[in-house]
């Protein structure tokens, strides 16, 4: 079964870091690209960061640049977010996300509309705040 299982999440004061976690079953990840959504209440969900191990391509949204790395670990079939210099505006609950056909040939070259991934985490929420 295509499992994804994001943890991690939490409560940070602005300035902080936290590191999330999104673990694969059921499928490796060398084969499939994994993006990293978030979501607040009333708001639609917003591609963060794509990562591909292969071929290996990351993608990042301007107001994540500079601030958080995507990062992959093929023996624990892991991939990382970790975001430092966290603001109250990155309070979201926090997705990880891939598709079996879309995502077969790594990250695509623009980023996806959510409703066409067809394997979702149960989402972890980070807040930010003081």
């Known amino acids: 079964q295509v499992q994804l299982a994001e943890s991690g999440g939490g409560l940070v004061q602005p300035g902080g870091s936290l590191r999330l976690s999104c673990a694969a079953s059921?499928?490796?990840?060398?084969?499939?690209?994994i993006t990293w959504f978030r979501q607040v209440p009333g708001k639609e969900r917003e591609a963060v960061s794509c990562?591909?191990?292969?071929?290996?391509?990351?993608y990042y949204r301007d107001s994540a640049k500079g601030r958080f790395t995507v990062s992959g670990d093929r023996a624990k079939n892991t991939i990382y977010l970790q975001m430092n210099s966290l603001k109250p505006e990155d309070t979201a609950v926090y997705y990880c996300?891939?598709?079996?056909?879309?995502?077969?040939?790594?990250?695509?070259?623009?980023?996806?509309?959510?409703?066409?991934?067809?394997?979702w985490g149960q989402g972890t929420q980070v807040t930010v705040s003081s």
């Open positions: 996300a891939t598709d079996r056909v879309l995502y077969s040939g790594g990250c695509p070259d623009r980023w996806t509309d959510p409703s066409d991934l067809d394997t």
């Open positions: 059921g499928f490796s990840l060398d084969y499939f690209a």
């Open positions: 990562i591909s191990l292969n071929p290996h391509r990351i």
